[in-house]
Each structure stands twice: as structure tokens, then as C-alpha cells.
């Protein structure tokens, strides 16, 4: 028997299914709750229940603790409803965000390139029209013969909904992306849900923008950068593309080729371990320095974005936070295993980095 989930701040009611979670019943409904790794072990998607009971499920002891229980504290992304529930949720209000409703989709694998020696490119032709998302977004994709789910950045503008374009990175012991890598073929169908994620550019600030990308984290740049230079931004655009040699650096005709044609947009490849053989002359090192170099240290005023590696992004936000740019202004996007999530210690001090 279906439930009924209220959020008492907005008023928002939403129809919940028996087993489902409340943040995927929000989720489905296009209302964005905060959330990070999924798993119940972070504690970002705290809610409190204000009428009516959940199952905790598999709710952390550490991210969520008895007292917090006991003061009918839950976490929505592994609680489901017990019945009708009334809930008070931390609800940002963002001007920029599309409130796109997740949905069940499927489509056809109809191009497959190496992208590099590691990283594959998947484009889907999905089987029905209708699938918008924002530029940044990703979709948790099913992978036939792997347990659960896998998060992908969609790598190609808004613009194309007939198709999407995913970058899979080859993970050293990892079955989905072995089986990707390994099985897939032109004309295997393939099924995802999405649109998900908060990872998108907030153009009402108005500010000149940095990438940071690192290896198969320039997915979402890729098309956000594509979608600001459709819609016309302005602004200076930076993107950092780190990776370990040039072969390693996908696209960079493409953004080579945006760079010749729009004033405001600069490309900086970073690689940092060139052998002699590439004969590479442009930024070593990792990307955070290269930043540091080329902004001198200075980055007030700036919106940046980093998606990456958590060591490349942790390094990337020192950096930024040492140059006088501060969590208002930084947004990242790191996709999160119940391993990464169980090891992560989530700082107290900020918000949503």
C-alpha cells in the first residue's frame, strides 16, 4: 500500500511505494533532497520525522547515532515509510537547478571508442525522446552481470536528449567496468536511471568559472562547457584537464578547437608523469599546481568546479581555499562506493564540500 511523504517545509507531498526509500520516492518526484554516498553512511540526508514511523534500514550506527534515533532523526536515503510520515528536510533553494523528476530509461549502445588506453566511450540512443537533464548531472547505469548500479557523468550537452555519452574508466578488480570494457557491443540495449546529482553551473552568479578535471572526471565538464559555450556565456571559462601523459588527455582537439573559436574560453592539459618519448612542452605536475601557477595564487571572485579522484580534488580545494576562494563558491562532484563513504570523515565545518 502506497504512503504518503510530506515535507513540512515546502508542503511537497509525494507517494511512496513499500521498500522505497524517502529519497528516492523525492528524487522520482523532482524534489532534490541532500544526499552524498547512498549508502547510509554519511549522515548528509539527515531528515526528522515529525509524524508517523520509518525502518531505519541500513542506516550507520556512526552516521546516525542512538540519540539521534531516539530524537526521530532518520536518514532518507536507506529509510523507508512505516505509513504516512511528515518530515522536516534541510531543502536548498537553488535559482539555477532544474527540477527534473529520475525516471527509469533505456537505450541502445549504437558507438563504442577508446577513448584512452583506459577510458571507454559508450553512446546510447535512448529508445524514447524525453530524457532531459542538466548539464553535469549523471545517471546510475545497470550493468547485466554486476550487482547494483554504477554512477556515470552524461559527457555530452543537454542539447543532444536523443542520445547519451558516458566515459568509463577501467577499474583495476572492477566487474561492471570489466564487463563494459570486455562484453559490450554496438546494438546491446542498456537500462539507467536519472537524471541525479546537484553538480551544476550556477550561471546567475555571474562569475568567470574554473574547471578542474582529472582523468575521466572531465565528463561533467565536458558538458557543462559545452552548454555554456551553446548558450553564450560570456565570461572567462577555464578548463584544467589533468591527466598522467598526453594520450591521456581525451578531447583535447575539441577543446583546442573551442578555445580558437571563443575568446573567453582557455584550455590548460596538465600531465603529470611525461616520458620522453612525448616530447610534451605544456603545464606538468598535477592540477592544482598548474592552477595555482597560472591564477598566481588568486582566485577570489572566480566559481570553481572540480570533478576527479578524491585526492585530486581534496588537493584542488586546498588550493582554491588557500587562494581566497571559499565553499560558497566551490563545487565538486565525486561519486562514492559504501567503501569510499564507510572510510570518509565528513568535515563539520562545511556544508556541502
Known amino acids: 500500500m502506497m504512503a504518503t511523504l510530506t515535507i513540512e517545509s515546502t508542503g511537497d507531498q509525494v507517494s511512496v511505494a513499500p521498500g522505497q526509500t524517502l529519497l528516492d520516492a523525492c528524487l522520482r518526484a523532482g524534489i532534490w533532497l541532500p544526499h552524498a554516498c547512498g549508502h547510509g553512511l554519511c549522515g548528509t540526508c539527515k531528515v526528522v520525522v515529525l509524524e508517523g514511523s520509518v525502518n531505519h534500514g541500513a542506516a550507520s550506527s556512526f552516521a546516525l547515532m542512538d540519540f539521534e534515533r531516539v530524537d526521530n532523526k532518520a536518514l532518507a536515503c536507506v529509510a523507508t515509510a512505516d505509513g504516512d510520515v511528515i518530515i522536516e528536510a534541510d531543502v536548498d533553494d537553488e535559482p539555477d537547478a532544474l527540477q527534473l523528476a529520475v525516471g527509469d530509461h533505456r537505450g541502445t549502445v549504437s558507438r563504442l571508442e577508446m577513448l584512452t588506453p583506459d577510458i571507454l566511450g559508450i553512446w546510447l540512443k535512448l ?75 550556477r550561471h546567475s552568479a555571474e562569475k568567470p568559472l574554473i574547471f578542474m578535471a582529472g582523468g575521466s572526471g572531465l565528463s561533467s565538464p565536458k558538458s557543462m562547457i559545452l552548454d555554456l559555450i551553446e548558450r553564450g556565456y560570456s565570461l572567462p571559462i577555464t578548463l584544467l584537464h589533468g ?111
Not at 564487463?179 to 541525479?196: C, E, M, Q, R, T
Not at 599546481?289 to 588568486?298: I, P, Q, S, V
Request: aromatic content about 12%; proline content about 6%; hydrophobic content about 40%.
Open 127 to 201: 529508445d524514447q525522446l524525453g530524457f532531459g537533464f542538466q548539464a553535469g548531472q549523471y545517471v546510475n547505469l545497470t550493468v547485466p552481470g554486476a550487482e547494483g548500479t554504477r554512477a556515470f557523468s552524461i559527457a555530452n550537452a543537454p542539447s543532444g536528449t536523443d542520445e547519451i555519452e558516458l566515459h568509463v574508466r577501467l577499474v583495476a578488480g572492477g566487474k561492471a567496468t570489466s564487463i563494459l570494457h570486455g562484453n559490450l557491443k554496438v546494438g546491446d540495449p542498456l537500462s539507467f536511471a536519472g537524471p541525479y546529482g546537484r553538480f551544476f553551473v
Open 243 to 353: 591527466a598522467r601523459r598526453p594520450h591521456d588527455l581525451h578531447f583535447a582537439e575539441l577543446f583546442q578547437k573551442i578555445a580558437e573559436e571563443n575568446a573567453n574560453f582557455r584550455y590548460v592539459p596538465v600531465v603529470s608523469q611525461p616520458q620522453v618519448e612525448d616530447e610534451w612542452a605544456g603545464e606538468t605536475g598535477y592540477v592544482h599546481e598548474a592552477a595555482d601557477r597560472l591564477f598566481n595564487g588568486k582566485f577570489s571572485g572566480h566559481q570553481a568546479y572540480l570533478c576527479g579522484p578524491p585526492p585530486m580534488i581534496e588537493a584542488g580545494i586546498g588550493t582554491l581555499m588557500k587562494g581566497r576562494l571559499f565553499e560558497r563558491d566551490i563545487f565538486v562532484e565525486k561519486f562514492s562506493t559504501a567503501a569510499d563513504a564507510e572510510k570518509s570523515v565528513r568535515s563539520p565545518f562545511f556544508k556541502r564540500i
